[in-house]
């Protein structure tokens, strides 16, 4: 069993959020979508965020390796669904939202084929260091050209606390994503309102960041 289906069936999912996420509301513009369009929720959980994308007039596709976390999406937010198994994932469906149930590293760039954009709360942040650079990797490899995304992170003197959320800062975005993305950081702020278990550890500072990124060919050449 990984460590996060131990946490799922042991209700250790303090990451939820039972509201949306504001950085979201405030950026949602950076994904650039029209009404229709598809967005991509990597390591989704039961995330609100994808409830707020669906009353916005868009599509989701999400990929989360907890089947209680997605049994739980669907049921405390009363949506009905479809079950189907598509290689290595079950995937739970309707017209507006399929959250493929499975290792994200298993999915291919043709499950992804229809989206417009990539939204990236506590996903990259939930991952320690080495795993980082492989699912920036794969994330790239698997999104389309001429999609965006809207990627948040934390960052906060990692040796005064251990994580997850491990911390990101802005030269680690660069490296993980500048290659092959045009990235821009479009908020960066000092939270002063940082969760207890951040003030209890004593971390020197907090911030929380916004970014926008764009796999555009050109970006890569
Ligand atoms: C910190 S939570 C964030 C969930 C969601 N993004 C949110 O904002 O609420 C990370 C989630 O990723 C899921 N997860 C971790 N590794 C995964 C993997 N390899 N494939 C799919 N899901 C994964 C965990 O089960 C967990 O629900």
Known sequence: MTDWIRRWKEGKIGWHNESINESLIGHIDCLGLNTGDTVFVPLCGKSKDMIHFMQEGFKVIGVEISELGVKQFFDENHISYSVKELENFIVYYNNKISIYCGDFFDLSSN??????????????????????????????????????????????????????????NDDEVQLLYGKGLDCQLIECIEDSEMEPKFLQAGVDFFQTAAYCLRKDRESYE
């Open 111 to 168: 499950m992804l084929e229809s989206i417009s954009g990539t939204y990236d709360r506590a996903s990259l942040i939930a991952l320690s260091g080495n795993l980082r650079q492989k699912y920036a990797n794969h994330l790239y490899s698997i999104i389309p050209y001429s999609s965006s995304m809207l990627l948040l992170t934390v960052n906060y003197p990692q040796h005064q606390m251990s994580g997850p959320p491990f911390a990101v």
